[in-house]
């Protein structure tokens, strides 16, 4: 497996995230495997403390590899110094609510139907609460 960065990452996650277009970014990490991307995040809208990301992947757990966990994590809190992420998750999906939980990030606002499938959930995670990258390493994902 191995990393991949860019435009074609962004549109991949768009494909299966977004019918309305690309996120207004260029800027994205994807793992590949067997040369195909099988996960990816698209950074975007970052003003100095914040950027929200956008996550898709091929609905398998094989991406959840320590060192994509840290590299998806350490991009935006010591790369882009941001302090937080914010992620975007329209009500109707169980399977993203439930990875961003998981993966740390909390609950912080709901716009009441914001999103097709009703309301627009919003998550954050501070950099203080992440995990992934804590020493430079990473904890496993919790089954």
Request: with cysteine; hydrophobic share 40%.
């Amino acid at each position: 497996m191995s990393l991949i960065i860019g435009k074609g990452v962004v549109d991949w996650i768009a494909q299966r995230t977004n019918d309305f277009g690309a996120f207004g970014t260029e800027t994205g990490i994807g793992w590949l495997k067997n040369g195909e991307i099988v996960a990816g995040v698209a950074y975007a809208d970052w003003n100095g403390p914040n950027v929200v990301c956008h996550i898709a992947s091929d609905e398998t757990r094989q991406w959840m590899t320590k060192t994509y966990l840290w590299t998806i994590f350490d991009y935006p809190f010591n790369q882009m110094k941001a302090n937080r992420i914010t992620v975007l998750i329209g009500e109707g999906n169980a399977n993203s609510i439930n990875l961003a939980k998981r993966l740390g990030f909390t609950l912080e606002a709901k716009l009441s139907g914001a999103h097709p499938t009703g309301d627009l959930l919003i998550f954050r995670l501070l950099k203080p609460e992440c995990r992934w990258i804590k020493g430079n390493t990473c904890e496993k994902l919790a089954a």
